[in-house]
């Protein structure tokens, strides 16, 4: 088999990480399949330098950034593959640049274009394991870039797709996608499997165990992965299109977000291109709208409400400025905000999920400020002080602890 | 003009040691300039590197080491161009590849084949100052090489080469080159100029102040350029071919070696090929041969002596067993030798040098074990305890504290 792994930047966060990580390769290796591994920058690292770049220089060109934070994969890459030479087996590191991983030229955040898989099948070929540098690739025009957050995972589901990998393992510092967050619900329950759909609506409810982006890729791809811990041996949670139990199961997991802020813009002009005007003002300040609701008030006025992260919420209410002054209304903001949402394909064909997560959230006397649904999932927006518990009392209700 | 730059570990050794050095590329560009910098890695960064290295594997492959190692080149380059921009200076980073210095394939002491200039040339047409990682190259195949001990300043003479700056400046943690060490001497003068012939001969004997290797590229490509530090703003040292005031000095400097030992061969058999296979062998068990002087004794027999670097006398007695077998003699070695050079390249045309030399080593009653001369050098192996006090002797006995 043909086998890409990915160990995040806890994984490889020291010398004794490096050396446990380079055993698990080993490992994969001798149960005779082919591996390439893909490394993150060692915990900490990537912020280390970027503060010394902020001290140098407040504003510093994307250009460079990407120059100075590619060097953090690049001395994982290159201590991984010598901890693999030290046991014995031959390896070979890369950077994204000789990995062949091409990106547009969009410095700090690019996307991949092509990848070049040859010299990686060549080495492969020669009995070598290949060691490449995740969340990083070079442009056309010979640029160093970077992908953005959680890029790492990108490289990794990127290359299995380009080489036709059998199997992809995101190795991380947790077991696996659970039914819930394991530190705030204690019966939280692994998930031997779950599909795209659902870990993006997870992704985009605050759960951190990955970036919709990767998932996103590995979706439109069709790359099965598997999302693991390299800290313990525990089997992890596969990821892919279809899960065996997906008519029986209604809801697979509880998430929630607590970074978020409720903006209330009241006795706005109910006309066409209203809330077009409001969303891209806010759009245009990169401001990134998450749920929204729009009631038709009396005479003409309508209520627009929606959340944004708390720490855009300032910068929200300046870009409306503007806009209200030409058509109208106020904006109030309220800082404390918690989205709580249920996932889970099931939701499609099965009704009663909203009335049971309403219900549950009355009994236990907390205010949904907000609702907003899609196909395979539930939001409500609730005060951010009881989200634990009633991620608690949610998980409980939807027996999510009785795997 | 179009200026070089070369800046040492030291000089860009923390955040403000980069803020000092672009504030001084800064200042040669605003002057009117065109600006090309090339820096070392961060001191220190280096050995770190390697010794995260090596406690994963006691010896990794080369190609991983350069790997590794090039990343602490790529973090100064890209901290100095940032530092350039927060002063209003537009500054583009380059590693070795983006700056097509192409070398051979021999990792951690590649020897650069050619330098595609091209980019460079276009950024600087932009007006932007370009600053490239010291030390490091790309083989036609595309693997990252590093070019050994000195490769920073080589880096830097070859870059000046090839774009035909008309000026190179060597920054170093020295004012320049001084008629003897002034940690030992404190009447050792700066010298205004050297010729490379006089720095070569200085290099191979102890002085620090820079490497054989980019001295002869100098020479070689007729690069002349500045060894001065970027502590300060004193003039340094010019190195060239011919320098003005040739004829009227002799000696031009004194230095010792302090790290050297002596090897004597006795009784070998004194027939031809005897000295080609002892030195054979030393050079097939890579042991550096410094001083060789060979007397012929009686009945046939032929003593031989030579100096090593303390490091590998064991290595040279070792790889000196089988050829001793076959020829007969025996080999002792004496430790604690440090070899003291008078360099000049006036002494081609006057005589007296040696004999001064002799007398004042012979005053101070300091025993010479060897002799060894070139065109334009002498050096006698002395007592290494006496090293300091001997330099002393002979840089007050040629005058060169009046300089």
Same mark, same amino acid.
């Given at each position: 088999?043909?086998?890409?792994?990915?160990?995040?930047?806890?994984?490889?966060?020291?010398?004794?990480?490096?050396? +446990?990580?380079?055993?698990? +390769?080993?490992?994969?290796?001798?149960?005779?399949?082919?591996?390439?591994?893909?490394?993150?920058?060692?915990?900490?690292?990537?912020?280390?330098?970027?503060?010394?770049?902020?001290?140098?220089?407040?504003? *510093?060109?994307?250009?460079?950034?990407?120059?100075?934070?590619?060097?953090?994969?690049?001395?994982?890459?290159?201590?991984?593959?010598?901890?693999?030479?030290?046991?014995?087996?031959?390896?070979?590191?890369?950077?994204?640049?000789?990995?062949?991983?091409?990106?547009?030229?969009? !410095?700090?955040?690019?996307?991949?274009?092509? +990848?070049?898989?040859?010299?990686?099948?060549?080495?492969?070929?020669?009995?070598?394991?290949?060691?490449?540098?995740?969340?990083?690739?070079?442009?056309?025009?010979?640029?160093?870039?970077?992908?953005?957050?959680?890029?790492?995972?990108?490289?990794?589901?990127?290359?299995?797709?380009?080489?036709?990998?059998?199997?992809?393992?995101?190795?991380?510092?947790?077991?696996?996608?659970?039914?819930?967050? *394991?530190?705030?619900?204690?019966?939280?329950?692994?998930?031997?499997?779950?599909?795209?759909?659902?870990?993006?609506?997870?992704?985009?409810?605050?759960?951190?165990?990955?970036?919709?982006?990767?998932?996103?890729?590995?979706?439109?791809?069709?790359?099965?992965?598997?999302?693991?811990?390299?800290?313990?041996?525990?089997?992890?949670?596969?990821?892919?299109?279809?899960?065996?139990?997906?008519?029986?199961?209604?809801?697979?997991?509880?998430?929630?977000?607590?970074?978020?802020?409720?903006?209330?813009?009241?006795?706005?002009?109910?006309?066409?291109?209203?809330?077009?005007?409001?969303?891209?003002?806010?759009?245009?300040? !990169?401001?990134?709208?998450?749920?929204?609701?729009?009631?038709?008030?009396?005479?003409?006025?309508?209520?627009?409400?929606?959340?944004? *992260?708390?720490?855009?919420?300032?910068?929200?209410?300046?870009?409306?400025? *503007?806009?209200?002054?030409?058509?109208?209304?106020?904006?109030?903001?309220?800082?404390?905000?918690?989205?709580?949402?249920?996932?889970?394909?099931?939701?499609?064909? !099965?009704?009663?999920?909203?009335?049971?997560?309403?219900?549950?959230?009355?009994?236990?006397?907390?205010?949904?400020?907000?609702?907003?649904?899609?196909? +395979?999932?539930?939001?409500?927006?609730?005060?951010?002080?009881?989200?634990?518990?009633?991620?608690?009392?949610?998980?409980?209700?939807?027996?999510?602890?009785?795997?």
């Amino acid at each position: 088999m043909l086998i890409v792994q990915k160990y995040g930047g806890t994984s490889v966060g020291d010398v004794g990480r490096i050396r +446990i990580v380079a055993g698990r +390769i080993k490992a994969t290796r001798d149960q005779g399949n082919r591996v390439v591994v893909v490394v993150s920058a060692r915990a900490g690292v990537t912020n280390e330098l970027i503060a010394r770049a902020k001290e140098l220089c407040p504003n *510093p060109s994307e250009r460079e950034l990407d120059q100075l934070l590619a060097i953090g994969e690049q001395e994982t890459t290159a201590l991984t593959a010598m901890a693999l030479q030290a046991i014995g087996v031959e390896a070979v590191s890369y950077t994204g640049g000789q990995a062949g991983i091409f990106t547009d030229m969009v !410095h700090t955040k690019a996307k991949i274009r092509t +990848i070049n898989a040859k010299p990686i099948e060549r080495d492969l070929n020669d009995g070598k394991v290949v060691i490449v540098a995740g969340f990083q690739g070079i442009s056309e025009a010979g640029q160093t870039t970077t992908l953005g957050r959680g890029g790492s995972d990108l490289t990794g589901i990127a290359l299995a797709a380009a080489l036709r990998a059998d199997k992809c393992e995101i190795y991380t510092d947790v077991d696996g996608v659970y039914t819930a967050d *394991p530190r705030v619900v204690k019966s939280a329950q692994k998930l031997g499997e779950i599909s795209y759909d659902e870990l993006l609506e997870l992704a985009a409810s605050g759960s951190k165990v990955m970036q919709s982006r990767s998932v996103e890729f590995a979706k439109k791809f069709g790359v099965i992965f598997e999302v693991r811990s390299s800290f313990n041996q525990n089997p992890g949670t596969l990821v892919k299109e279809e899960v065996a139990y997906m008519e029986q199961v209604v809801v697979r997991g509880v998430a929630a977000d607590k970074d978020q802020a409720k903006a209330l813009i009241s006795n706005i002009a109910d006309r066409p291109g209203s809330a077009a005007k409001v969303f891209r003002a806010l759009a245009d300040a !990169h401001v990134n709208v998450d749920m929204i609701v729009q009631n038709v008030g009396l005479k003409g006025l309508a209520n627009l409400t929606f959340t944004v *992260p708390q720490a855009d919420s300032a910068k929200a209410v300046a870009a409306l400025r *503007p806009v209200l002054d030409e058509l109208g209304g106020e904006v109030a903001v309220r800082e404390d905000i918690a989205k709580l949402s249920v996932v889970g394909v099931g939701m499609k064909t !099965h009704s009663g999920v909203a009335a049971t997560l309403f219900q549950t959230l009355a009994d236990a006397g907390i205010n949904i400020e907000m609702i907003s649904t899609s196909e +395979i999932k539930i939001s409500v927006a609730i005060d951010r002080k009881r989200a634990d518990e009633a991620v608690r009392v949610v998980h409980s209700a939807f027996k999510l602890d009785r795997a």
